[in-house]
């Protein structure tokens, strides 16, 4: 770069070593021949007096450059749409300042041996060509590995305007602070650091993205204005090469600065849409065991739930003759039959829209009319009854394993509710629920026996058998009827 004055400095930023680095990261090593065999032509064809050694060194420096910061990044795990700190400091550390120690190491001591380059400038030179080289990654990857997903995430933006907005005052504020020629004369003052609001909102709006936008405007301006011999950097520097170094440094600041940022943001709303994921999971358990104006309550800090329902209809179903297929299966094909049978109740009983109350051992307990009042919770529960003994006998004949079901129904008033402060469960009390077990237990294998209650609110629709009286424990003697199915409704003849 030519300041003017005579003195030839080198470039604040090697665009070359970005863009390299760039393709390694998204095409992957396979293309290395071709990258090396490009940038020996692109040697050969620019350089004053080159030879075929030194475009083959430059192939090799440069090419190996960015096949070690690959290498590197892919031990580390690297997310490539640099959106965690931990992505942002490897790609930093592991893809730019370590691969440019090793090029700038390898090229100065060429230069060294082979070129008119004495070994006491070898400091001064390795650390202008390593600096370039760690501005020229900070320059150009970020832009090149997010610049797809930040097309997605500009468009999902809820206002579009805005973003255009920003972009036309961070191009009009980077060229009057860091390129213009009158910027000296109107605002002397150190302003340069008054990008760094505009970069950052670009990251913590836009993320990994906009800071990469955000970043390669400010620098793309900042590097021409120091090329035209403008800029705060040439007007406070005692010559082109501090100028230069100030530059870097600059360009240094705000690219880490502008990643780390969206990087922070980018954490924070993984951790947000996970945490949300979780939230989700919970509700879907917490639904899955109590119903939905229960859990609600429950969210409420509403500890104890006791409702009184005046009017509902409480099933009980018992497999008949369990302990015969206890002694015939082993304990894990036993539950995994229950499991099986119990499903297809949970299907059953959702169709119906029931709730299920729970199973206690190879007792199954649903009820109609709550949590939300339905008027016809008897029919229900028969329908939903008269389904079970199908599915029982369709089981019974897939498995080969003889069931036999028992079904008990009462209608009457319960209190529902939740109690207590562990592994609670939505239950229901009241002598409603004991009379309906007490028509399960004494009742007849493959059939469904109903209280007087029942009967009188089913009779006009279902088919019943008078069982008679039977004697119940705890409650003496109960008239039961025996369901037998849905009456059908004659066809009249016209």
Same mark, same amino acid.
């Given at each position: 770069m030519n300041t003017g004055t005579g003195h030839i400095v080198p470039l604040p930023i090697w665009p070359p070593a970005?863009?390299? %680095?760039?393709?390694?990261?998204?095409?992957?090593?396979?293309?290395?021949?071709? *990258?090396? =065999?490009?940038?020996?032509?692109?040697?050969l064809a620019t350089e004053? /007096? !080159?030879?075929?050694?030194?475009?083959?060194? !430059?192939?090799?420096?440069?090419?190996? %450059?960015p096949l070690l910061g690959l290498w590197l990044l892919q031990r580390s795990r690297f997310d490539w749409a640099l959106e965690g700190l931990s992505a942002v400091g490897a790609f930093v550390a592991l893809g730019a300042v370590v691969p440019a120690i090793f090029s700038a190491t390898f090229g100065v001591i060429y230069c060294c041996m082979f070129a008119d380059m004495s070994w006491m400038d070898f400091g001064t030179a390795w650390f202008r060509w390593w600096i370039s080289n760690v501005t020229g990654v900070l320059f150009l990857v970020p832009l090149m590995l997010t610049w797809r997903r930040g097309i997605r995430r500009f468009k999902a933006f809820y206002f579009l305007p805005f973003i255009l907005l920003w972009l036309?005052?961070?191009?009009?504020?980077?060229?009057? #602070?860091l390129s213009s020629s009158i910027r000296m004369e109107i605002a002397p003052y150190?302003?340069?650091?008054?990008?760094?609001?505009?970069?950052?909102?670009?990251a913590l709006r836009l993320g990994p993205a906009g800071a990469a936008i955000a970043t390669a405007v400010v620098i793309s301006i900042a590097t021409w204005g120091i090329t035209q011999n403008r800029g705060p950097f040439i007007a406070g520097a005692v010559n082109a090469n501090q100028a230069v170094l100030a530059l870097q440094a600059y360009i240094c600041v705000l690219a *880490?600065?502008?990643?780390?940022?969206?990087?922070?943001?980018?954490?924070?709303?993984?951790?947000?849409?996970?945490l949300l994921e979780e939230k989700e999971k919970s509700e879907l358990l917490l639904l899955n065991i109590l119903p939905h104006p229960i859990a609600?309550?429950?969210?409420?800090? %509403?500890?104890?739930i006791a409702d009184h329902f005046a009017e509902v209809t409480v099933l009980f179903a018992d497999i008949v003759d369990f302990s015969r297929l206890s002694a015939e299966l082993t304990p894990q094909e036993l539950v995994a039959l229950l499991n099986d049978v119990f499903s297809r109740f949970d299907e059953l009983a959702d169709r119906h829209q029931l709730e299920k109350i729970k199973t206690i051992g190879d007792a199954y307990m649903a009820v109609g009319g709550l949590p939300d009042y339905r008027a016809d919770h008897a029919s229900a529960i028969a329908d939903f009854a008269l389904d079970l003994q199908i599915t029982v006998a369709e089981f019974s004949r897939r498995t080969q394993h003889p069931f036999q079901l028992r079904i008990g129904i009462n209608t009457g008033p319960v209190v529902a509710g939740v109690i207590g402060t562990k592994k609670f469960i939505y239950d229901l009390w009241g002598d409603t629920v004991n009379t309906a077990s007490r028509m399960?237990?004494? &009742?007849?294998?493959?059939?469904? %026996?109903?209280t007087e209650t029942t009967y009188q609110v089913l009779k006009e629709?279902?088919? *019943?058998?008078?069982?008679?009286?039977? !004697? #119940? /424990? &705890? /409650?003496? !003697? =109960?008239?039961?009827?025996?369901?037998? &199915?849905?009456r059908r409704i004659p066809i009249e003849s016209k």
């Open positions: 970005g863009y390299l %680095q760039g393709l390694v990261l998204i095409l992957g090593a396979r293309f290395w021949p071709g *990258f090396a =065999l490009g940038d020996m032509l692109v040697t004053e /007096k !080159s030879f075929w050694l030194e475009g083959l060194f !430059s192939a090799l420096n440069n090419t190996l %450059q036309a005052l961070l191009l009009l504020l980077s060229w009057f #602070i150190p302003l340069e650091y008054l990008l760094f609001p505009l970069v950052i909102w670009g *880490f600065t502008g990643l780390t940022l969206a990087a922070v943001v980018a954490e924070r709303e993984k951790a947000r849409a996970d609600t309550r429950l969210k409420n800090d %509403q500890a104890t399960e237990s004494f &009742g007849l294998a493959e059939h469904i %026996q109903v629709n279902y088919d *019943f058998e008078a069982r008679g009286e039977i !004697s #119940i /424990k &705890g /409650k003496g !003697s =109960l008239h039961t009827y025996l369901l037998k &199915g849905k």
